[in-house]
T-cell receptor, first 117, second 114 residues
Framework: AQSVTQLGSHVSVSEGALVLLRCNYS??????LFWYVQYPNQGLQLLLK??????LVKGINGFEAEFKKSETSFHLTKPSAHMSDAAEYFC???????????????FGQGTTLQVKP | DSGVTQTPKHLITATGQRVTLRCSPR?????VYWYQQSLDQGLQFLIQ???????AKGNILERFSAQQFPDLHSELNLSSLELGDSALYFC?????????????FGPGTRLTVT
């Protein structure tokens, strides 16, 4: 079975500082990995996706994530935080490939990013 | 705007009642997913449909059922509601039903059971 662990339910950074949100996954097969952002009272918006084409994935709004197989990690980073980045961030992994071939996502518990002025 | 629409936006109902949540996928998307978001369980996959057929089932209670219609919209039916069913219910859609396709989420339906 696949699973995702997001380290830190709350992360606080100052505006202009580096953002680092941690995600570790468990998977018996090469995974597809996703980061989603949820602003208050809104649905989830896809930030970026790893599909094995490149280990460093660039997404929207200046975010990027690096897939590290040896560490089973897919941490999300942004060089300089903006006030508008304050939101909840979810890491997700797909279910097993192969016979099931379903696109269902397994989500981490989420990390709330606070950006201080 | 993801292109996925969900109605209603809010729903308040009493225990024991039955409700229906509706989702229209993005134009061209064949697969619809339903997820439940609650404070204690987080985001949980409920069920997936692909082109009218059930593709995968997750942590969906027997009191809950869903279907996808020929026009590809989907409905999630929740019956014999309990207080613990209060949650945000999201619908997502993707172009195909397999692994790795991006899923686009609707704004959600907030269900409150009193």
């Amino acid at each position: 079975a696949q699973s995702v662990t997001q380290l830190g339910s709350h992360v606080s950074v100052s505006e202009g500082a580096l953002v680092l949100l941690r995600c570790n996954y468990s998977s018996s097969v090469p995974p597809y990995l996703f980061w989603y952002v949820q602003y208050p009272n809104q649905g989830l918006q896809l930030l970026l996706k790893y599909t094995s084409a490149a280990t460093l994935v660039k997404g929207i709004n200046g975010f990027e994530a690096e897939f590290k197989k040896s560490e089973t990690s897919f941490h999300l980073t942004k060089p300089s935080a903006h006030m508008s980045d304050a939101a909840e961030y979810f890491c997700a992994v797909t279910a097993d490939r192969g016979s099931s071939n379903t696109g269902k996502l397994i989500f981490g518990q989420g990390t709330t990013l606070q950006v201080k002025p | 705007d993801s292109g996925v629409t969900q109605t209603p936006k809010h729903l308040i109902t009493a225990t024991g009642q039955r409700v229906t949540l509706r989702c229209s996928p993005r134009s061209g998307d064949l697969s619809v997913y339903w997820y439940q978001q609650s404070l204690d369980q987080g985001l949980q996959f409920l069920i997936q449909y692909y082109n009218g057929e059930e593709r995968a089932k997750g942590n969906i209670l027997e009191r809950f059922s869903a279907q996808q219609f020929p026009d590809l919209h989907s409905e999630l039916n929740l019956s014999s509601l309990e207080l613990g069913d209060s949650a945000l219910y999201f619908c997502a859609s993707s172009v195909a039903g397999g692994t790795g396709y991006e899923q686009y989420f609707g704004p959600g339906t907030r269900l409150t059971v009193t």
